[in-house]
């Protein structure tokens, strides 16, 4: 939650005791004699050997010539500029294909009870919606895996999960660059799963929790057939 509020957070907190104490430790200009003319990016921070062995790379690569018409840096932010919204785009793409094609895949599913529909194209459980989320189950469930798998579901409806998940997919979005940011989402899914059995088991004695268990595992066996 604390890394998911920094990265929505489009300001930084200046700190002098922060390895990059300015808000922006890399400039595209700077003021001289009252023009604004393209400035040699360097990286201000409390550690000189950190400045000592990256600022004189950055003043080689982006050195600012007076016959050039735009300065390296701006190209070069401009490229990645352009990556990124490429990058941001093609998951946010991926992910609406992929949710169409869900949707598409259970749309002979029959109502059970509720807001629970049981279809033969479902080999593992679950929920789809925002607004209105819907539990998805297979149809080839026993009535009694079909119990636990149900608390489990809806304890992801009780935790707001089928709402936190979208938000921390449109993070990643969003800064898809950051290998950190996919390593936090995929702990985040896992924690996410290993919440909802606690929820769920808290109160079922040592049988109880063996049998859902498997109910478990059994949903999970087909996609992992080794």
């Not at 982006?62 to 070069?76: D, G, R």
């Not at 290993?194 to 769920?200: G, I, L, N, Q, T």
Request: glycine share 4%; hydrophobic share 45%.
């Amino acid at each position: 939650g604390i890394v998911a509020i920094r990265l929505i957070l489009p300001f930084s907190i200046e700190s002098q005791f922060s390895l990059l104490p300015s808000a922006e430790p890399i400039k595209s200009s700077t003021i001289a004699e009252g023009d604004v003319v393209p400035y040699v990016p360097s990286i201000d921070s409390n550690l000189g050997i950190v400045e000592n062995a990256v600022n004189p790379v950055l003043a080689e690569t982006f050195a600012y010539q007076e016959s050039e018409s735009v300065a390296p840096l701006q190209v070069f932010t401009g490229i990645v500029g352009s990556v990124w919204l490429c990058g941001m785009l093609a998951l946010l793409i991926f992910a609406v294909a992929s949710m169409s094609r869900l949707r598409l895949s259970v749309r002979e599913a029959v109502l059970y009870k509720e807001n629970i529909y049981i279809c033969d194209a479902v080999k593992s459980p679950f929920i789809v919606g925002i607004v209105k989320p819907r539990i998805y189950l297979s149809s080839t469930l026993k009535e009694e895996e079909m119990n636990y798998i149900i608390a489990h579901e809806n304890a992801h409806l009780r935790r707001k999960d089928h709402l936190w998940k979208p938000l921390g997919f449109f993070l990643l979005c969003m800064h898809w660059f950051n290998p950190f940011v996919w390593v936090a989402y995929i702990l985040m899914c896992r924690d996410i799963e290993y919440a909802c059995d606690e929820r769920v088991i808290r109160t079922m004695d040592n049988v109880q929790k063996k049998l859902y268990s498997e109910s478990l595992l059994l949903c999970s066996s087909p996609r992992h057939y080794i």
